[in-house]
């Protein structure tokens, strides 16, 4: 116990840790504000710069990011009306309607605070919930982990974009260029065209940067003379009397973002809309309606979202399937760092899972201090014209790409994939579970051929195998039912429920 | 959806074009161990790719479900590939051919005067000026913060 404490305050006492988590947070509330640049973004292009440093310093640097960046986006939702980030599109529907009747330095006092306190709660769950669930997850055989990584595809295919069929047509393309390269069972090239560029397989990093930072910035260009509103802000620290009315609102919204943040795929995107619908249903007499400014309409997504930080690491450091896109990107972090998170990363590396906890609880108190200054000069930055900062995000992506292996060939495969993800962007495609994809699919494969080699080959036992072993099963059951969900039968279904539902409705 | 949702123009060629690849991946996949074997380094392969068959095959039909864009291809000119893009491609695609010979730092910064002055449309002065500051940015940050090896050009002879 007293060895956790130790691990978990090393970048509490350590002045250039303190300062690379306080130096993240920030530049991630930036990132996070300025439309067009999103978390995932430049979390995916740092993680090429930092790969050289130790790993503590990485993770402080990113840890601070990825907090900073979710609430960020909350800021230009409230002063704009533009969402910075996906995650803050439910803030903007409330916070924007403050601003302008003059309130906006309240919406975001009351914002960075409950972000907060959503973070908090999204701690405390990671640092209750990991190890027990850690220690579960030590009876998870190849099965199981076939099973859970396409739960989370199917999870960010259904949720995410405007088809299941785009959703999963993403998840499986990730999956072919994760599996591009040696076969790690065999040494038998796949997909690699002999040549011996493709044969070292295509970093996973580069995929990123190319889907995320170049052909966001591509996309980007379609709205590149966006006027900026300017607001007027007065009081920013939240009333007290604020805080306690709306404790409520907040505490169920950040159960909703730990819940969603920790099922495999989802994210702060859509727990912090879950959380608005649940705030908009569970308040009967708002003192504003919802849409023109009601306050829990503000505190629900913000709480949810940051709330879904804490919870989105737990089944990447138990199981090693990312919570969401970030924990994804953050899980090749830890790959090219030497480590495996999994069940064996508590117990074989305890001081980096406390190490994250404790390294996360600092980035939520330099996220109070942050957010509660420096608003007016914030302002001024995020005004930046993107006709400069388009540029500048497709040389730091070369950079990035190139900063890996040394290679240019790989800065290609960048600009290839940002111009397909474009495309793919353009036509309703989401690119997350392009993403989640790459990471899964080695391990999907590995997991699916042990776990067939372990029913030596057989078909039938392979079956009987998910069947008779409690866990498997209900993983199994889980998977179907995910999947029947979004089939026209499923629909059928849904439909029918709602009808019963309205009808018995009508009759009491 | 109840009312037929409009095609976004060039939608159905996209569709199209990912069924054909996802056609010809799928053939690829085939290649590596065919059906030799049920934990074969290509079997996984082929059922991500058969995947992405079946997916482009509904997400074509759907696209087909829906009301054609019209405009023909001056619309996917205007809609999806606008100027501003297409010239912004061709832009990054010279900047990263010509890093290996002028070196980063060069290329970096002739890219980024020549993309911001397409994109702003200001002064060429307070373009280089601004283009001058991002490089300056740039360079402290990764060769200073981060100590990224940068390409050096082989035609200035690593001047830059």
């Known amino acids: ?508 | 959806m109840s009312s037929r949702a409009q095609r976004r123009p060039g939608e159905l060629a996209f569709a199209v074009a990912l069924l054909a690849l996802s056609l010809w991946l799928f053939s690829e996949a085939y290649k590596i161990s065919g059906f030799s074997g049920l934990s074969t380094p290509g079997i996984f392969p082929m059922l991500a790719t058969g995947l992405m068959v079946v997916c482009s095959l509904v997400i074509l039909l759907k696209a087909l479900a829906m009301t054609p864009a019209g405009g023909g291809l001056r619309r996917f000119l205007a809609d999806i590939t606008p100027l501003r893009q297409t010239v912004m491609v061709v832009l990054v695609g010279l900047y990263i051919l010509a890093m290996p010979y002028l070196g980063f730092l060069a290329a970096s910064g002739v890219f980024l005067f020549v993309s911001i002055q397409f994109l702003w449309r200001r002064s060429p002065w307070l373009t280089a000026l601004v283009s001058l500051a991002g490089l300056a940015a740039i360079h402290v940050v990764f060769s200073l913060v981060f100590q990224v090896v940068l390409p050096k050009g082989t035609l200035l002879q690593g001047l830059f």
């Open chain 1, 1 to 508: 116990m007293l060895e956790s404490f130790g691990y978990l305050a090393i970048s509490w006492f350590d002045p250039w840790l303190l300062m690379l988590t306080a130096a993240g947070t920030l530049a991630g509330i930036y990132v996070g504000a300025i439309p067009g640049l999103s978390v995932t973004m430049a979390v995916s292009i740092l993680i090429s710069f930092t790969f050289k440093w130790s790993v503590n310093d990485a993770l402080a640097l990113i840890a601070g990011v990825y907090v900073g960046g979710v609430y960020g986006g909350s800021r230009t939702a409230i002063l704009l009306n533009i969402p910075g980030a996906p995650s803050a599109i439910a803030t903007a529907l409330d916070g924007y309607p403050m601003a302008k009747r003059g309130e906006a330095g309240e919406a975001v006092g009351l914002t960075t605070v409950m972000s907060v306190f959503g973070g908090f709660v999204g701690i405390a769950a990671l640092a209750l919930f990991a190890p027990m669930l850690a220690d579960f997850a030590l009876m998870f055989t190849s099965r199981d982990y076939l099973l859970l990584a396409m739960i989370g595809i199917l999870l960010v295919g259904t949720l995410s974009g405007e088809s299941f069929a785009k959703g999963v047509f993403a998840g499986a393309l990730g999956v072919l260029i994760g599996m591009v390269g040696l076969d790690p069972m065999t040494a038998e090239g796949r997909f690699t065209f002999d040549t011996i560029t493709l044969m070292g397989g295509i970093p996973y990093v580069v995929a990123m940067i190319g889907f995320f930072g170049v052909a966001e910035a591509f996309v980007q260009l379609h709205q590149l003379d966006l006027p900026a509103v300017k607001q007027k802000i007065d009081r920013v620290i939240p009333r007290l009397a604020d805080v306690r009315r709306y404790f409520r609102v907040a505490m169920r919204a950040s159960g909703i973002g730990t819940v969603i943040g920790a099922l495999p795929g989802t994210g702060g995107d859509i727990a912090a809309l879950l959380a608005y619908d649940d705030a908009k249903r569970a308040t009967k007499n708002p003192e504003v309606p919802f849409g023109e400014g009601a306050k829990e309409g503000l505190v629900a997504p913000e709480a949810a979202n940051n709330a879904a930080v804490g919870g989105a690491f737990v089944p990447m450091l138990t199981l090693g399937i990312p919570g969401d896109a970030v924990t994804a990107v953050i899980i090749g972090a830890l790959f090219i760092h030497g480590l495996k998170p999994g069940p064996l990363l508590l117990v074989e590396t305890p001081h980096l899972f406390w190490f994250t906890v404790g390294n996360l609880a600092l980035a939520n108190i330099f996220l109070l201090i942050f957010g509660l200054t420096g608003i007016r000069i914030f302002t001024k930055i995020v005004e930046c014209p993107k006709a400069i900062l388009l540029p500048l995000i497709i040389i730091l992506s070369a950079v990035g790409s190139y900063a890996i292996q040394n290679n240019p060939v790989d800065i290609y495969w960048m600009l290839l994939f940002g111009v397909f993800g474009y495309f793919l962007k353009v036509y309703g495609f989401q690119v997350g579970p392009v993403i989640l994809g790459v990471i899964l699919g080695p391990m999907m494969d590995s997991n699916y051929r042990r776990a067939m080699i372990g029913a030596r080959n057989d078909p039938a036992t392979f079956i009987w195998d998910f069947l008779s072993h409690p866990i498997s099963c209900v993983l199994l059951i889980a998977f179907l039912a995910l999947l029947i969900s979004q089939t026209p039968l499923g629909r059928m279904a849904r439909e029918a429920w709602r009808g019963r539902r309205a009808q018995g409705r009508g009759a009491g």
